[in-house]
């Protein structure tokens, strides 16, 4: 199956789309981006030339995905989220040479409303919540909320809350999937591997 467009779309000349990817109503997708397999780009959505956005990604309704900023497998983008590219932008100075570039890892989830400031690293499996400011790097798996967005404990790869607290050592198995995971520090990993 190959990818599905809508008449209301643009797809410029260039773009790679991946098998069964989906472009919904009023979407955008520049030149020079490159879109893996079974996808989903919602109404609204805007994405850059200077984009890699890898397989089974899911961007909601109205979000701008801006050049430089990379979104690995199973990355979730909620509606309204917002990514930067410049740090210090000025109307009247040019800085598209000035790029800083931002990274989502594979299964990261970014909630409705949030933002994610250029020049950041979002870990593999992390949970941004809705409305939450991320300036700086998210480890994998944590959970973060506010504004600037902190740290409040952790998440499983399935998106569930473990009983952990946001520092220290534990354990906990996700109530969902049964899958344990050994809290060290600042640092979670699995102890079985991620669903």
Known sequence: ??????PSAIVDAGAELGEGTRVWHFAHVSAGARIGARCSLGQGVYVGNDVRIGANVKIQNNVSVYDAVTLEDDVFCGPSMVFTNVHNPRSAVPRKDEYRRTLVQRGATLGANCTIVCGTTVGAYAFVGAGAVVARDVPAYALVVGVPARRIGWMSAHGERL???PTGRGEAACPATGARYRLEGDTLSPCSSPT
């Not at 199956?1 to 809508?6: F, G, N, Q, T």
């Open 1 to 6: 199956m190959s990818a599905i467009v809508h």
């Open 163 to 165: 009983d952990l607290p």
